[in-house]
């Protein structure tokens, strides 16, 4: 009889080229490479100066995400991109992918967006693959049995030049999730909940796999939201086992296997989840029905309390301390009195169709609170299709938010869409670093609904209030 | 990349918990495509004031750092973003090791692939380094060992397959290229046998 072998052990050792050595590390397989124009044109540069070729083009898929403007008349109507280094940066990814015959996703293309929201809804995130690009976010296709993880510009060489990576064998964490998510509480809380709980290291050097009763309750959205912040807890990669709710995702998406080739991918993903008595390097517990909506106070996403809570009072920390001088916030009083000036629902965190559904689901027939400016970006341009055609971007539009193109936009700021100096943002993407969405921002982590309560308030909001 | 044998610097200290890669290399400085001239933009917002110029109390300004080649950080320095542009500024800066108890997964990695070494030391280590700041110490790639005057060596972990990199300077990508053969062996299999695996 095997040993029971875990979900990462399955994946990984099928993409073992050559394994760990005492004096050399595994060779690891990649079956997608995803690129975007921020990580990407130093490694192009590296082929050419060495003269290598792209080994495996049709396993390589870019997009533009990270720099790209969301203003439509800059998208569409031929209005110049305000920042000079990103337009080039632009130009630099479609000439690359020209030169070395990679398929893009371009400025224009209606399948464009944020590089892991459109993996998944094309269908080539698939249950078993290993999954790269130059992003510390590809933890996301996690939430198909992928694994995925983000790499540096280095690396990003590597795999165009190999379709390979040398890679150390991570450890395993399994996070136990029991119960059920109570109403008003999103994966988004759950998330944050654990990294509150295991700190902004607690994850590193392991794979989580995520498990449970809460996490097979789960949509493929709610699962890729929890798999995109992994990486906040210091994991590289967070999986969770594919089943019904992943092949009823996937079935009929483009990329997709189709007829007989599906069958035969549904027989190999089945066998693919953790087998009984499995065993984790270790293993952390979560109530789900415990929990509340979450909010960060601090600068790091493990700086969260509950919406109904208070910021902790931990005088004497001198981090603590600085992170309490830069957010401004008094520790020991009420979250919920935090003003806000700036309400973003957008990224690959939160930039999905069920995640903009849930913002105007609160929105519906209010408006955003006088002062507030509320920014609405989708994750890409097919959420935005599909969002328009349910007519959710009226439902934003007549509250008083702004309706833009796809990108990453507001979680960065790269493109120029930042909060001001000193501003609170309620922002339902993944970090809360200080300066992160624009020198001096000051950045409250949460769900779409409590990021959508808020603005409707002008302060920090319990979105239950608003669902009953 | 030049090898790297023995690194012998004073340290600048910078105790701070959970230094992210956002604070090492701020995104609006990531539209570039080439690796050079990001020293200069190095924990940017910490060290310049709104009209660009130095803060004279932050570490990196003050005159005892310059020429320091050793960053002695808080827990956790590198979390965050994948970007290599964080080690590129840091060796751009002149920085060719990073010294905590705990250093980010993929900045670590990033780090490795740039000529800037990673040195996990024990909390006792670190503490006196932190108690120290600009201290004249000792890092020796090949003996895997940290330095201080007075003090037993602190030994420091590093993959035999990075150390060997680093000590003839030479990367990663050769060795990946010379298993053309093993690769294309894993490619001829099918998808399918391989994952039912």
New interface residues.
Partial sequence: MPSPRTLFE?VW???E??PQS????A?M?V?LHLTHE??S??AF?MLRE?G?KL?RPDLTLATMD??TPTRTEQVFGGAPIT?D??A??IR?LEQNCAEFGVELLGMQDARRGIVHIIGPELGVTQP?KTIVC???HTSTHGAFGALAF??????V??VL????L?Q?KPRTLAVEVAGRLPAGVTAKDLILALIGQIG??GG??YVLEYRGEAIRALSMEERMTVCNMS??A?A?AGMIAPDEVTFDYLRGRPRAPQGAAWD?ALE?WR?LPSDPGAVFDKTVHLDASALEPMITYGT?PGMVVPVSGRIPARGGD??FD?AMKYMGLVPGEPIGDAPINVVFVGSCTNGRLSDLRAAAKVLRGRTVAAGVHMLVVPGSQSVKAAAEAEGLDEIFRAAGAEWRESGCSMC???NGDTVG?GEYAISTSN?N????QG??ARTLLASPETAAASAIRGRVTDPREFLS | MKPITVIRSRTVVMPSTNIDTDQIIPARFLTTTVKEGLGKSLFADWRYDADGRPKPDFILNRPESAGCRILVAGRNIGCGSSREHAPWALVDHGFQAIVSTEIADIFRNNSLKNGLLPVVVDEATHAWLLANPGAEIEIDLAEAQLRIDGRDPAPFPIEAFSRYCLLNGVDELGYLLSQDAAISAHESVAPDARRSG
């Fill in positions: 399955k050792s099928a993409h080229v050559a005492a004096d050399t590390p060779v397989f079956d921020v990580t044109p130093q540069t060495r290598l080994r990270h720099s920042i280094s990103a080039k940066q630099q078993g130059g992003d510390s983000g790499i540096g510009t280095t690396e060489g590597h030049a190999t379709q390979c040398l150390k902004v290291s590193t050097g990486i906040e210091g590289r035969a190999r066998a790091n001198p981090v600085a960065l700021g790269m100096k970090r670093f200080e300066g992160r020198v001096g």
